[in-house]
C-alpha cells in the first residue's frame, strides 16, 4: 500500500500537502518555485499515459465470464504467445538430441580405420556448439515467452476471480472464510501460474525429448533398441505408478494442512487485540505450532516419496546401461553393430533418464496447478443466491414506501429467523426497530436492501417487489449505515465520497458540518485528505459513526437504514450523533435499528421485535402509555441508567 499510496499522492506533493502546509503558515500557496518547475515539467513528461480504465461490471456475468475454467480456454485467448512457446519447444528438443548424432558420425567418419579424417571431427565438434548454443539461445526465448503468456494469464484470471467476488452474495462470505479466499487469489493462481512458466512447457519438452530418443535409438539399430526398451520400461513403469499414488497422496495431506495454517494464521492476526487482551498468545502458539506441524510432516512425507522415486530411477538407468553394454558389446563383437552407433546409444541413454528425474521435480506443481485450477473452477461457478432475474429493470426514483409482506426467511432451512412479518413504512416515515439481542432486527434490514431473500413472502419498495429490479438500481437508492463503519485505507474526503462519484467541494463541505465533523477536520493536519488507516483505527468511534453518516447522507438515498452502533459514546458525541442523525433522516424513509432508546424516542414509529416476530408498533407516546412490551423495556433501560437497549430488553 505504501508506494501506491505515494503515487496516488503524488498530485498532492505539489498540490494538496504543499498547499496545507503554506495554509498552516498563514501563507497562500504560491505554486511550484520556479527552480524547481523545470524538474517537475520533466518528471512529468517521463509519466506514462494511463487512459481512463472503461470497467464494465454488471451484477450477470457475460457469456465469456460464464465459459467454464480450463487451461486451453486460458491460454486461447494469446494464440501468438501459444504457438510461439510450442515451436520453441520443439526445436529445443531437436537441437538438443543432436550431439550424440554428431558424435556417432564423428566417430564413424573421422575416426575409424580407414576413414580417419581430422577435418570431419572438426566439423563436427563445431557444429555441435554452435547447436548447442543455438539450444541456449532458444531456451531463454522460450523462457521469456512462456513467462510473458502466464503473467497475462494470471492477471487475467486474477481480475476474474476478483470481479466474480463482487458478484457474490452475503451468505458465501459468511461461510467462507476470507483465509481460505485469500489463498485462492494468492496460492492457487500462483501454482497456476508456475504450472504455466515452467511446468507445461517442461512437460511437453521432457516428453518430447523421450520420444525423440526411443526414435533414434529404433532408427539406429532396432535389436538395441528393443531390448533397452524390454529392459527399462516395464520397471520404470512400475516405480511411475507407485510414485503417482504416493505423492498424489501426499500432495493432498499438505494441500488440506496449509489451508489449515493460513486460516489459522488470517484468524490469529485478524483477532490479535482479543488474543492480546484475554493473555491468549501462548495458545496462540501453540495451536499454531500444531497445525504448522502437520503441514511439516506431510511435506516429509513428500521429501521421503522423492527421495525413493528419483535414486531408484538412476538405478535402473545405471542397470540399463550395464545389460546395454553387455548385450551392445556382444552385437560389436559378432559384427552386428558398429562401436560408433554403441556409443551413441550409451548417450542417449543416459539422457533419457535426465528428463525423467525433472518430471519427478515438476510433478507436484503439475498436480497443484490441476487441483488449483479445479479450485478455481469451483469458486467461478458458484452461484450468487440473491441475484438478478434475466429480466430485471431499473428501480423507478423512489418515493420510499417499504413492505414486509408475510415475510418468512431462515439463515439456514432447518432454522427461521422471521416468521410471517407483515410491516408497511411509509414515505418519509421513521421507523425504529427495538427488541432483545437475536430478535431479528438486523435480518429485517438485511432484507430490506436485499443483502438476503426472504424464503417466503416479498419485500416492496413503493410497491415493486424488489426481486424484479437490478440489484445497481436498487442499492443506488438504499443508504446503509451498518453498526461498524468500515473505512477504507484512502483518505476521508475518498472514504466519504464513497456512495457517489460525482460529488462536489459544496456537498462534502455541507456534510462535513451536517454530521458535525468540521472540528475534527480542522484539526488533521490535511484536513479532509487526511489518509485514514485501513478499517480508520486512528479515529474514534464516534468520529467513524460520523463519517459513516457523512457518507450516507452524500450518497443521498430514498431510503435510509441505519444499524445504530452498540459502542457507548460520551454524551456530547451522543448529542452531535443525534443531529446528524435528526438531519439524515429529513424527508426520508428510514429503518433504525435502535441500540438507544433515545433513538427510538425520536423514531415516527417503533416496531418492538422479539423471537423474529413483531409483537407491538406504534407512535413512542402511545407504546409508552400502552404499558406493554415497550414500556417494560423502556422502564429498564431507565433504571440501568440507558444502557443498551437491546439488553435492557433481554
Ligand atoms: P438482532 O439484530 O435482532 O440482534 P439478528 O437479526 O442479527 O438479530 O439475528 C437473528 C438471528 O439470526 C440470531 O439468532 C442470529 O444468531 C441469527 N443469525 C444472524 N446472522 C446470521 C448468519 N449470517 N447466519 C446464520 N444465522 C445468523
Same mark, same amino acid.
Given at each position: 500500500m505504501g508506494w501506491g499510496g505515494g503515487w496516488s499522492s503524488a498530485g498532492g506533493m505539489f498540490g494538496g500537502s504543499a498547499q496545507a502546509a503554506s495554509g498552516r503558515a498563514g501563507l497562500?500557496?504560491?505554486?511550484?518555485?520556479s527552480e524547481l518547475m523545470e524538474e517537475a515539467t520533466k518528471l512529468l513528461a517521463t509519466e506514462p499515459e494511463h487512459p481512463k480504465s472503461q470497467i464494465h461490471f454488471t451484477q450477470r456475468p457475460s457469456e465469456k465470464e460464464r465459459q467454464r475454467l480450463t487451461l486451453p480456454k486460458l491460454l486461447k485467448v494469446y494464440p501468438k504467445w501459444v504457438v510461439a512457446g510450442s515451436a520453441l519447444v520443439i526445436i529445443i528438443s531437436l537441437t538438443l538430441q543432436a550431439g550424440p548424432l554428431l558424435t556417432e558420425f564423428a566417430i564413424k567418419n573421422g575416426m575409424e580405420r580407414g576413414h580417419r579424417s581430422l577435418s570431419v571431427i572438426v566439423v563436427c565438434a563445431l557444429l555441435y556448439l554452435v547447436l548447442a548454443l543455438a539450444s541456449v539461445y532458444f531456451q531463454r526465448l522460450q523462457v521469456d515467452v512462456t513467462g510473458k503468456l502466464s503473467s497475462r494469464v494470471m492477471h487475467d484470471l486474477r481480475i476474474r476471480v476478483f470481479t466474480h467476488f463482487q458478484r457474490l452474495s452475503m451468505d458465501f462470505f459468511t461461510d467462507e472464510k476470507a483465509g481460505v479466499l485469500m489463498s485462492r487469489m494468492t496460492s492457487d493462481i500462483e501454482n497456476l501460474q508456475q504450472l504455466i512458466q515452467d511446468g507445461i512447457s517442461q512437460f511437453a519438452l521432457q516428453g518430447l525429448t523421450m520420444v525423440v530418443i526411443t526414435a533414434i535409438l529404433f532408427a539406429t539399430n532396432v535389436t538395441l533398441a528393443a531390448w533397452t526398451v524390454l529392459m527399462i520400461v516395464p520397471l520404470l513403469f512400475v516405480f511411475t505408478i507407485w510414485f503417482h499414488q504416493a505423492s498424489e497422496r501426499g500432495y493432498l495431506l499438505s494441500r488440506d494442512r496449509i489451508a489449515l495454517v493460513l486460516a489459522d494464521l488470517s484468524e490469529s492476526l485478524y483477532g490479535i487485540r482479543v488474543v492480546t487482551a484475554n493473555n491468549r498468545q501462548r495458545h496462540n502458539i501453540r495451536n499454531h505450532r500444531h497445525v504448522v506441524g502437520a503441514y511439516r510432516d506431510a511435506n516429509l512425507y513428500t521429501g521421503r516419496v522423492n527421495a525413493i522415486y528419483g535414486p531408484s530411477t538412476a538405478m535402473i538407468g545405471i542397470l540399463g546401461q550395464a545389460m546395454l553394454l553387455g548385450i551392445g558389446g556382444h552385437m560389436v563383437l559378432t559384427h552386428q553393430l558398429n562401436v560408433a552407433y554403441l556409443i551413441a546409444f550409451f548417450l542417449y541413454l543416459n539422457r533419457f533418464f535426465a528428463p525423467i528425474q525433472l518430471l519427478v521435480q515438476q510433478y507436484n506443481s503439475l498436480q497443484q496447478g490441476r487441483s488449483s485450477i479445479i479450485r478455481l473452477r469451483e469458486l467461478l461457478q458458484t452461484e450468487p443466491t440473491v441475484d438478478e432475474m434475466e429480466n430485471a429493470v431499473t428501480l423507478p426514483a423512489l418515493e420510499g414506501r417499504i413492505t414486509f409482506e408475510h415475510v418468512n426467511f431462515g439463515?439456514?432451512?432447518? =432454522?427461521?429467523?422471521?416468521?410471517?412479518i407483515d410491516l408497511e413504512i411509509a414515505p418519509g416515515e421513521s421507523v425504529a426497530f427495538v427488541g432483545p439481542?437475536?430478535?431479528?432486527k438486523s435480518t429485517m434490514a438485511k432484507l430490506a436492501n436485499r443483502f438476503y431473500d426472504p424464503t417466503s413472502g416479498r419485500v416492496l419498495l413503493d410497491g415493486i417487489d424488489?426481486? =424484479?429490479?437490478t440489484l445497481r438500481s436498487l442499492r443506488s437508492q438504499l443508504g446503509v449505515v451498518p453498526q461498524e463503519a468500515f473505512l477504507f485505507a484512502g483518505s476521508i474526503r475518498t472514504n466519504l465520497s464513497f456512495g457517489r462519484t460525482d460529488i462536489d467541494e459544496d456537498e462534502i463541505e455541507t456534510a462535513i458540518d451536517v454530521v458535525g465533523l468540521r472540528e475534527l477536520i480542522d484539526r488533521l493536519?490535511?484536513?479532509?485528505?487526511t489518509p485514514v488507516h485501513e478499517r480508520g483505527q486512528t479515529l474514534s468511534a464516534g468520529e467513524r459513526q460520523q463519517l459513516a453518516l457523512a457518507r450516507a447522507f452524500l450518497a443521498r438515498p430514498r431510503v435510509l437504514i441505519l444499524d445504530e452502533a452498540t459502542s457507548s459514546l460520551d454524551l456530547r458525541s451522543e448529542t452531535v450523533i443525534e443531529r446528524a442523525l435528526d438531519r439524515l433522516l429529513e424527508g426520508r424513509s428510514a429503518i433504525l435499528i435502535a441500540h438507544r432508546l433515545t433513538t427510538a424516542q425520536r423514531a415516527d414509529r417503533i416496531v418492538v421485535i422479539d423471537h423474529g416476530g413483531i409483537v407491538e408498533m406504534g407512535s413512542p407516546r402511545d407504546l409508552l402509555a400502552a404499558g406493554g412490551a415497550y414500556s417494560t423495556m423502556y422502564g429498564a433501560w431507565l433504571a440501568s441508567g440507558g444502557r443498551d437497549a437491546t439488553r435492557a430488553g433481554a
Open positions: 497562500p500557496f504560491g505554486g511550484i518555485p439463515y439456514s432451512p432447518e =432454522t427461521q429467523v422471521l416468521h410471517d439481542t437475536g430478535a431479528g424488489i426481486r =424484479t429490479v493536519p490535511e484536513g479532509i485528505d
